[in-house]
């Protein structure tokens, strides 16, 4: 919950491991920490920078193998943080897939209407060179008839 919300590892762990710390963690529980949670937004894309254990991939691959009735035997109220935090972590890979599908789709909408352009132009360039050359021996053939008068 930590890292998702934007703390380093250095806040919350001790000095050189991964290993949680709970008395650093503790200092942290206060009203910043519930502000963060409340408006904590997983829909959109991230400006900021996030190192390695912030992102998604790692926080999904720490938290494998941990199932909810095992928090909720330990702690009620861990349990819900614990919901919550998947919760956000499966919003914010949705977010991204759609985000990213969306993009796609735009491309192939773009590339479908360059091509519908292209055809577009096409065909008028080939209606219009045939308009073109059947008014030019129009204009002959009458030039011709007056010139044979």
């Not at 349990?79 to 919760?87: G, S, T, V």
Request: hydrophobic share 40%; aromatic share 10%.
């Amino acid at each position: 919950m930590f890292y998702l919300l934007g703390y380093t590892r250095e806040e919350i762990c001790e000095r050189g491991t991964n290993a949680f710390n709970l008395k650093k963690a503790k200092s942290l529980i206060n009203e910043k920490l519930f502000f963060k949670l409340s408006s904590y937004n997983p829909v959109g894309p991230r400006n900021e920078s996030y190192k390695v254990y912030q992102q998604i991939a790692f926080l999904k691959k720490n938290l494998e193998g941990i199932t909810d009735e095992a928090v909720e035997e330990y702690s009620i109220v861990i349990a819900k943080i614990f919901k919550w935090l998947n919760m956000a972590i499966d919003l914010r890979c949705e977010d991204v897939v759609n985000r990213r599908d969306t993009i796609e789709y735009a491309k192939q909408d773009r590339n479908a209407a360059l091509a519908a352009e292209a055809a577009r132009t096409a065909k008028f360039e080939h209606a219009h060179n045939e308009a073109k050359t059947a008014f030019d021996e129009k204009v002959d053939a009458e030039m011709a008839k007056e010139a044979a008068e």
